[in-house]
């Protein structure tokens, strides 16, 4: 029995809006593994993604996804998502686009408040006693420092 995650749910809710329409790839040649045949062949992939442009994004979501993922968004616009890890163009596509799902899942997704907490009584203790300690430890150093002075 296959158990499915909040995660997983807002990645196949993505995958039904079809962004296949709006982003395109673009290869390269990749470094890394495959011998002769990483200098003839285009294995590196990149997909591409206007999301100012997207019909598919709502305008706050766009938003969002501007903000949270600001740092792959180039100064044209687009999100870039690099994959070159496989010898195959073929997985590094499949896996550029896995990554473009999860990215965007994760920019949509909403972000939990945090509730301000009071530190418990044993903290706040445990902070003091060892605010006493360092403090009678400079003390020592400081009595022992005129000691030293006193005696030259």
């Keep these: 029995m296959k158990t499915t995650t909040p995660h997983s749910e807002a990645i196949k809710s993505l995958m ?4 296949e329409i709006e982003y395109f790839f673009q290869t390269a040649r990749s470094s890394g593994p495959g011998g002769q ?17 997207s ?4 305008e706050e979501e766009k938003e969002l996804i501007i903000i949270r993922l600001k740092h792959k968004i180039n100064a044209d616009g687009y999100l870039q998502i690099i994959a070159q890890e496989n010898r195959s163009q073929l997985a590094n596509k499949q896996m550029a686009e ?3 799902y999860e990215l965007l899942a994760n920019a949509l ?3 939990s408040v945090r509730r301000v907490s009071k530190p418990t009584l044993a ?7 060892t605010k006493k300690y ?4 400079k003390e020592q150093r400081a009595k022992n420092k005129l000691l030293n ?3 030259e």
């Design 123 to 129: 903290s706040v203790k445990r902070r003091l006693v």
């Design 16 to 19: 039904y809006r079809h962004f």
């Design 37 to 53: 045949n990483v200098n003839k062949t285009e294995t590196k992939v990149e997909l591409r993604f206007h999301v100012s442009n």
């Design 109 to 111: 997704k909403k972000r």
């Design 134 to 137: 360092t403090a009678k430890k």
């Design 98 to 100: 896995q990554r473009f």
């Design 149 to 151: 002075n006193e005696s």
């Design 55 to 58: 019909s598919l994004l709502s």
